[in-house]
């Protein structure tokens, strides 16, 4: 059975830094490309950055520069680094993995990113 699990997620001021980490595990988990979306309340769900095995990335134009996204292809990682944050990107962060470039076939349960002084 597929898994993600997402950890790294929390309170932290404005400015502030957070890095986010997914772990992928299961039989039978084919995937070639990994991402992160978030979901703030009231919301739909939006791409934030995906990452082929690879190498390649796609973000959210509005996060460039400030996210950046990498990937472990040997432990089934995918990782976020959040610099600058603003309490508008407080959300419910969740992991993703799948085909490029959606990688939204299999989803984790999601990690709280909030910002706030």
């Known amino acids: 059975q597929a898994q993600l699990v997402e950890s790294g997620g929390g309170l932290v001021q404005p400015g502030g830094s957070l890095r986010l980490s997914c772990v992928a595990s299961?039989?039978?988990?084919?995937?070639?490309?990994m991402g992160w979306y978030r979901q703030a309340r009231g919301m739909e769900r939006e791409l934030v950055a995906v990452i082929s095995s690879g190498g390649n990335t796609i973000y959210a134009q509005s996060l460039k520069g400030r996210f950046t996204i990498y990937i472990d292809n040997a432990q089934k990682r995918v990782y976020l680094q959040m610099n600058r944050l603003k309490p508008e990107d407080t959300a419910v962060y969740y992991c993703?993995?799948?085909?490029?470039?959606?990688?939204?076939?299999?989803w984790g349960q999601g990690t709280q990113v909030t910002v706030s002084s």
């Open positions: 299961g039989s039978a988990f084919s995937f070639n490309a």
């Open positions: 993703s993995a799948g085909s490029w470039a959606s990688a939204s076939d299999y």
